[in-house]
Structures are given as structure tokens and as C-alpha cells.
């Protein structure tokens, strides 16, 4: 049968379904079997012919027929799972069965009546099919969540046969082990199948119903307790799932091993059509939503220094249900590390390669989701955290981050991207190591719309950071507090930091120390207290080759003095928020000496008008984010959340999305429930003389009648003879006695489990147009919007 007829049989079938007022019996083959036994339609045709206003009419208007629809789609797969797929009109079934389902499920999903519907026992469908068997018949979710499972490891249909002889003999599809098919080599599996285009198709489509399954999560609203789990993921990666090793294993070997470039060819994805990317993606997303497991709640299992002879730890206890969470955790090899460290690596460093040899490989879209599945790992695996420090591997993570934090800091609708990319580094920045890579000389030239400079991986973070803080979109002010504690948490090891990035801390400390800006919000100074610290931080651990920061201090050692001088007085107050009229803004680029950006790049750029976006839930602000340590002298955590508080960056309320211009918002988002905020003499008295400015102003009294000196008697204008002079100067003996390094490590909690949740269905959402699966249907977790 041509495809023209056969989609027409099966709209006509559509048609027919649509405008039938009496229920049809389950047992009218005739009629089911149009759709699915003689078409051959692709997933497009599938969305094209069954149009949305249809499916809910009949759901509405014929709901017994869209139950039997589903229960004849699911019973065709279970019956393809079972006999193990051997002739083409079986896969052909499978096929249109899966693509239907795929369709028609978030219909179901979006109406809370039926919302039990897969999960209630069709009768008459025991698992043996007779009368008497329908106390232990199995809920229609679960037999499709296994007819699916089944099927991903089903010979000649989506792995290679390892038989080669006659189909008599064809595998078993119950005594298969599908642990001996896994997809791809890497964790736990040495042998690389052959590419094979049509099972990578047929396990994509497979893999595509299996995440409209789990997405039922869309269609409920954002719970404060994130606890409520995904029954179709807990029961997918439960026990009850016997392929649910091999299949996590291929999973994430599947995405670990892809290399776009296209086998090391440049251009050669020009040449032929790259099949295995659509996989990649799909096994990518149904990966992270597996994942999505709030680990603030469940006890995860122990890092003990025990390692076995298998892929997988044995740590005791057993750790989460989650199957899939329980094998990320188990992980502990290192060339299983090395494998899924360089494949990450690999993947998010594809659009840089992007930039600078234009077209010379195939620039992929997935990075949202890798990072999400790298936080994951990170997460839920400390062994692999561990490793990723180990080496100055990290910063081949930490590149590509920083160059999506800068490429998206003007552009709305990649708010999430720069939130799940602060939130690694956060994480990242929880560990000493991670500061000390951050010494490693920079001199990758990736494209970037920021100064040029010469010197290391902090200087770059330090670089982009300012570049965020001063010309992002203002939704990203939630995150300063972030920003700058990473730049905190790495203060203390870092050994030199260039010219530019000193001037651009400096830079920060005068926007922010403006008296209105320190008094137009209940919360802004805190960022002076950040700032304070990383000076202090450098100076009292690494004065020595840190010539540029002492130098600049000096320069601007105005800053301080103001500080120091705050009026605190109320006319005084109040004549620093009247110049809140006047039109400059705090943050310009005035002061900053911008220099010229690198050659090559472009400026960051706002959203297209039009763009859809997913909104997402606020993030807690950071005292809920982190929890406190102080490092000892043998370099080891003592966690200081038990004791009272030191600094006062305490009691912030969450963030929410702000609206209007962030300045504006950083006024208002303390504005009690009572109405308008307003700044007192108390107020700015209780932080006023906590601010931590001793370590500084004895720098400045020792140095400066040092540098003045200097410059009279040699008549100097020049800089180079006071860094040299101040490179071989020396305070020791001269400082106060070094405080205690306070470390913010990231903790998790329920707040950012809803965060990753949200954020992550929202990618998925706007990442799947073709066929547009979620499209104008009613999701409740986040909302469409335009920008």
C-alpha cells in the first residue's frame, strides 16, 4: 500500500473514532487494527492526522473509546515485547502503537479525572488473559512501562541479534540477558556495537513514548514539598524493571560516547546526516528525569573506600529505591569516571569549537540537559566529585560553563541556563581543590565578549563574572549572592591575580558601596561583606604575588574610607535614596576601563522577540542554598551551621523572578508583608560596624605613605616601579592575625530539588518541537511565556 493511502486509511480511522457516539468493543479487531496493523505513518503523520481539538472530544465526549484506544495500543506492545518483534508487520505495529501513545498520553495527563486511569487494572486483562486472573492483573502503566523496557532490548528491533543462523532459533526474549546488549561501550560494558541507523530510529521512538509517560509531572503544579515522586519513574527504575541496569548503563553510555565531529573529520558532518544525535539527545532527557530525586530527603549511600570487582559500588546501605539514582552512586572506577568526565567535557565544548573553526563540526543543542546530568553525577556521586577536582580535567567544565554564562547573560529566555550554571559552580567552588585549579594559566582563546587579559582560570571566572553582574538582564540579580560567594569560597587559594581582574573586583566593591545602593534594599550589603572577604582573603593567604590586587586597593582605597565613614545618621539617609531620582545607574560601565573585547566574538545578545520561555520557580536565597564551614589548620570542614552566626548575610528571604529593573527589585524585595521598607539608623548601625575592614585599613596605613614616598622622590607616574615595589613588600607581623577561611558549601535541599525539576521539564518542553509532543497542551509545573 503506498503512504498516501495508508494515511488516509488511518485517518479515516481517526475520523471514524472522532464521530462515534457508542462505545466499540475491545474485541472488534477490525476496527482497532486500523490503526496500527496496516500503516505505515511516521511520528509527524502520527501528530499531523490526530489533532489536539480531536482527542479531546472524544475524551470528553467518548471516553470509553479513548480507554480501549489505549488499552488496545498498550496490549499490542505487550504483545510485540512478548513474542520478541520477528516479522516487519510486528515492528511496523510496535511502531504506530508507540507513535499513538505518544500523542494521545499527555491529553490523558492534562485532565486530573483520568490522571488514575493508566494506573487502575483492565479487566479481563490478567497476565495470563483468563477469567480468574484479574485480581493480579497489573495496572496498564506498569505492563507498558515494561512492554517498553522489554522492547529497548529486543534482537533485530533495537539491539543486534548475536545469533547468525536461522530464525527458528531466534533469541529467547525471556531468557535474553540484556545486560550482554547494552548500547554502547563505556561504564560497565567494554564491547562497541555496530552503528545500526534503524535501531538507533526504533529505540528513539521507544525512548520518546517512554518520557511522555514520565512526564506527567508537567501536569501538576509546583509542590513546596518536592517529595511527591513520579510513580511512573518509581516504578520504571524500580526492581520490578529487570532491564533497569542495562538500560541506565546504555543510557549513559549512549550520551558519554557521542562525538559529533563526526569521527574526527572536520566538516564530515556536512557529508552525511548524523543519526545518532536525535538518540543522544532523547536518552540524554529520559536520563535526567530518571534522576530527578530529591536528595535532601533519602539517605544516600556512604562513600567508603571500598572498591569490588564490579562496575558498581557495593556500598552499604543499599541507598535509594531509585534504582538509577542508586547505580549514578555506585559508580567508582576511575576509567569509568575518565570516560563520562571527557564525554561530558567533550560535549559542552562543542559550540566553542563552534566559534573559532565556524561549521567545522556539528554544533549540538543538548547542553541544558548535560549540564543537569552533570549536576546529577556531582550530586549524587562524591567519589565522582572527587575525581572531577582531582585534576586540572575541571576546567574543561568549567570553560564552556563560563562561556554559556556569558554568551546568555543578556538573553531572558536562558535565565535557567545561567542558574543551573552558577549552581555547579557553586557546588564546584564548595571544594579547595577547585580554587587551586583555578591557578592553571588560561590560554585556550575561546571567543568572548569580555576584555582581553592575560593570566589564569580565576581571572577568566573573576572577567565574566563582573560582565554578568554589570550588563546582564535584571533578572539575574537573585544571583549576585551566588556569584560572589564562589568568588569567596576560592578567595583564599588564589596566588595572582591579573591587573584586570583586580580592577574589575574594585570596580564591583565602588557600584556597590554607593550609599544608595546600600541602603535602597534590606539585603544589598551584604555583597560589600562578600567582597570585604575575598580582600581580605587574598591578603592575609596569598599577599605575596598578589602585587595587582594590593595595588589596586591603594588606587581605589577611597572605597574603603567611605565605608568606613558611612553616614548612618537619618537626613543623611534620606538624601541617599532622593538621588535614586536621577537617571545614572550605579552599575554603568564608568570606572570599569572595559578595554576592547576579544577578537572574534560577538556580543552577548538579548532574546529574539517572540521567544518562548518556561517560567521557573524562585531559588532559595543563599544562607538556605549553603551552610557554613570553617577550614582548619590541617585543611579539613568543621560545619559552623550549629553555632551562632558570624556574618551578616543572614535571614534573606528567597528571590523571587524579579520584573521590574533589579535595582528596583533589590529595594522592594524586602518590603515586609506590612508595605515599604525603609532603612534606619539602627539598621545600618548593626552592620556598619560589623563590616570586616581592619585587614585592610592597616594595609593601607603601612603601604600608602610607602607608595607616596616613592612616587615624590622618583617624581613617578608609572605604575611597573610600584608593583615591583610592592611584589618584594612585605606586611608579616603588620596585618591583624589571620581570621579563620570560611567555606559556603553548597547543601542540597527541597527548594532547589523543585528547582532542577521545573527548570529541567521546561528544557524538555521547548527542546521537543518536531513532533511538538507537549505543545498547547494544559501544563501546570511552569508556564509558557513570550519574551
Known amino acids: 500500500m503506498g503512504s498516501a493511502d495508508s494515511k488516509l486509511n488511518f485517518r479515516k480511522a481517526v475520523i471514524q473514532l472522532t464521530t462515534k457516539t457508542q462505545p466499540v468493543e475491545a474485541t472488534d479487531d477490525a476496527f482497532w487494527d486500523q490503526f496500527w496493523a496496516d500503516t505505515a505513518t ?75 486511569f493508566f494506573w487502575s487494572t483492565v479487566p479481563g486483562a490478567g497476565r495470563g488473559g483468563g477469567e480468574d486472573d484479574d485480581e493480579n492483573a497489573r495496572p496498564l502503566a506498569e505492563s507498558l512501562l515494561l512492554a517498553i523496557a522489554d522492547l529497548l532490548f529486543c534482537p533485530d528491533f533495537t539491539v543486534q541479534s548475536h545469533r547468525r543462523n536461522t530464525v527458528d532459533s531466534a533469541e529467547d526474549i525471556h531468557s535474553l540477558d540484556s545486560c550482554e546488549y547494552i548500547w554502547e561501550a563505556g561504564v560497565g560494558f567494554a564491547h562497541s556495537p555496530q552503528p545500526n541507523y534503524i535501531h538507533d530510529m526504533n529505540r528513539m521512538e521507544l525512548l520518546k513514548l517512554l518520557l511522555t509517560c514520565f512526564s506527567e509531572a508537567m501536569y501538576l503544579p509546583p509542590a513546596p514539598d518536592s517529595s511527591s515522586t513520579n510513580p511512573w519513574v518509581h516504578f520504571f527504575c524500580s526492581t520490578e524493571n529487570r532491564h533497569a541496569l542495562p538500560l541506565f548503563t546504555s543510557l549513559l553510555n549512549t550520551v558519554c560516547a557521542y562525538d559529533p565531529v563526526g569521527y574526527g573529520i572536520p566538516y564530515n558532518h556536512l557529508l552525511f546526516s548524523d543519526y545518532r544525535e536525535p538518540l543522544v539527545e532523547e536518552a540524554a532527557q529520559v536520563l535526567i528525569v530518571t534522576l530527578d530525586h530529591d536528595s535532601a530527603t533519602s539517605a544516600s549511600p556512604t562513600v567508603d573506600g571500598t572498591t569490588t570487582g564490579t562496575a558498581m559500588d557495593d556500598a552499604d546501605p543499599p541507598g535509594p529505591e531509585n534504582l538509577f539514582v542508586n547505580y549514578l552512586s555506585r559508580i567508582h572506577r576511575e576509567e569509568d569516571f575518565q570516560f563520562i568526565l571527557k564525554g561530558i567535557a567533550r560535549l559542552l565544548s562543542n559550540p566553542l569549537l563552534q566559534t573559532y573553526l565556524p561549521n567545522s563540526t556539528k554544533k549540538i543543542q543538548f547542553h541544558q540537559e548535560l549540564l543537569v546530568l552533570f549536576w546529577k553525577l556531582c550530586d549524587f556521586n562524591k567519589k565522582f566529585l572527587f575525581f572531577v577536582l582531582k585534576s586540572s580535567d575541571v576546567l574543561d567544565i568549567l570553560v564552556p560553563i563560563l562561556y554559556f554564562l556569558n554568551d546568555a547573560r543578556a538573553d531572558q529566555s536562558r535565565v535557567g541556563l545561567m542558574h543551573i550554571g552558577v549552581f555547579i559552580l557553586l557546588l564546584l567552588s564548595g571544594e579547595r581543590n577547585f580554587g587551586v585549579r583555578l591557578n592553571k594559566p588560561y590560554s585556550v582563546r575561546v571567543p568572548m565578549d569580555i576584555p582581553v587579559f592575560t593570566g589564569t582560570h580565576a581571572d577568566l571566572l573573576i572577567v565574566v563574572f563582573h560582565k554578568i553582574i554589570t550588563s546582564g538582564h535584571q533578572r539575574l540579580q537573585p544571583l549576585f549572592d551566588c556569584l560572589l560567594t564562589i568568588v569567596v569560597n576560592v578567595s583564599p587559594y588564589l596566588k595572582s591575580l591579573s591587573m584586570v581582574a583586580a580592577n574589575k573586583l574594585l570596580h564591583l566593591l565602588e557600584a556597590f558601596s554607593t550609599t544608595w545602593f546600600l541602603f535602597s534594599a534590606a539585603q544589598n550589603h551584604h555583597l560589600v561583606f562578600f567582597l570585604l572577604e575575598v580582600f581580605n582573603n587574598i591578603i592575609q593567604y596569598q599577599f605575596d604575588g598578589n602585587s595587582n590586587l594590593v595595588y589596586a586597593i591603594i588606587r581605589k582605597r577611597g572605597a574603603f574610607h567611605q565605608l568606613a565613614n558611612l553616614p548612618t545618621d537619618p537626613p543623611a539617609i534620606h538624601k541617599a535614596l532622593q538621588r535614586r531620582r536621577r537617571p545614572p545607574e550605579p552599575l554603568s560601565r564608568a570606572g570599569s576601563q572595559e578595554g576592547a573585547s576579544m577578537e572574534g566574538s560577538r556580543p552577548a545578545a538579548p532574546a529574539e522577540p517572540g521567544t518562548l520561555k518556561t517560567s521557573l520557580v524562585a531559588t532559595p536565597g543563599i544562607d538556605k542554598l549553603t551552610e557554613k564551614s570553617q577550614v582548619s589548620e590541617d585543611g579539613t ?80 607616574t608609572d605604575e611597573s616601579e610600584i608593583l615591583r615595589f610592592l611584589q618584594h613588600g612585605t606586611l608579616v607581623g603588620l596585618l591583624p592575625v589571620p581570621h579563620p577561611i570560611l567555606i559556603r558549601k553548597y547543601q542540597a535541599n527541597s527548594g532547589t530539588a523543585m528547582w532542577f525539576r521545573t527548570y529541567m521539564w521546561g528544557v524538555i518542553y521547548l527542546r521537543n518541537v518536531d513532533p511538538p509532543v507537549w505543545y498547547d497542551t494544559d501544563v501546570k509545573l511552569f508556564e509558557i511565556q513570550r519574551v
Open 637 to 716: 570542614l568543621r560545619s559552623l551551621e550549629s553555632e551562632p552566626q558570624q556574618s551578616s548575610a543572614e535571614d534573606s528571604p528567597a528571590t523571587e523572578e524579579p520584573s521590574q529593573p533589579w535595582r528596583e527589585q533589590r529595594r522592594l524585595s524586602s518590603a515586609s508583608a506590612g508595605g515599604q521598607w525603609s532603612p534606619t539608623s539602627e539598621w545600618v548601625l548593626s552592620w556598619k560596624s560589623k563590616l570586616p575592614l581592619q585587614t585592610i585599613m592597616r594595609l593601607l596605613q603601612v603601604l600608602v605613605p610607602q607608595v607616596e614616598k616613592i612616587c615624590i622622590d622618583k617624581g613617578l
Open 42 to 116: 511516521s511520528v509527524q503523520d502520527v501528530f499531523a492526522l490526530v489533532p489536539a481539538a480531536e482527542i479531546r472530544a472524544v475524551r470528553e465526549e467518548s471516553p470509553s473509546n479513548l480507554a480501549t484506544l489505549c488499552y488496545k495500543a498498550v496490549e499490542k506492545l505487550v504483545q510485540g515485547a512478548e513474542s520478541g518483534c520477528h516479522s516487519e508487520k510486528e515492528r511496523q505495529t510496535v511502531l504506530n502503537c508507540s507513535r499513538l501513545l505518544t500523542r494521545v498520553l499527555p491529553y490523558i495527563f492534562e485532565d486530573p479525572d483520568w490522571r488514575g
